[in-house]
């Protein structure tokens, strides 16, 4: 069984930071890529950032560049989305996931957490 667990939400002000985890059970975090993506209210899943298996790639949505970094920790099993100067308009649930490929696309991950929420006011 597949369980990806993430942590660390919360309401915050602008210009604040948040670090998110997601912790992945041991058999399923080897050899594959994680992925962070967020829906608002209202709106479609987008993708926010993935990154390789064991971590030499990384990707970001445009918006998010230079203010968020991933990174994984294969030993804890566990990636992680360090989000910095956070905007009202990063305010959305945001979702671990596991695929296979370095991708944007959600429907090229098989599992997702449950998501956690991040408020960021202004």
């Known amino acids: 069984q597949v369980q990806l667990v993430e942590s660390g939400g919360g309401l915050v002000q602008a210009g604040d930071s948040l670090r998110l985890s997601c912790a992945a059970s041991r058999r399923t975090f080897s050899s594959y890529t994680m992925g962070w993506f967020r829906q608002a209210p209202g709106k479609e899943r987008e993708f926010v950032s993935a990154i390789s298996w064991p971590g030499s790639n990384t990707n970001y949505l445009d918006s998010v560049k230079g203010r968020f970094t991933i990174s994984r920790d294969n030993a804890e099993n566990k990636v992680y989305l360090q989000m910095n100067s956070l905007k009202p308009e990063d305010t959305a649930v945001y979702y671990c996931?596991?695929?296979?490929?370095?991708?944007?696309?959600?429907?090229?991950?098989?599992?997702w957490g449950q998501g956690t929420q991040v408020t960021v006011s202004s």
């Open positions: 996931a596991l695929g296979e490929v370095l991708s944007t696309r959600a429907g090229r991950y098989n599992y």
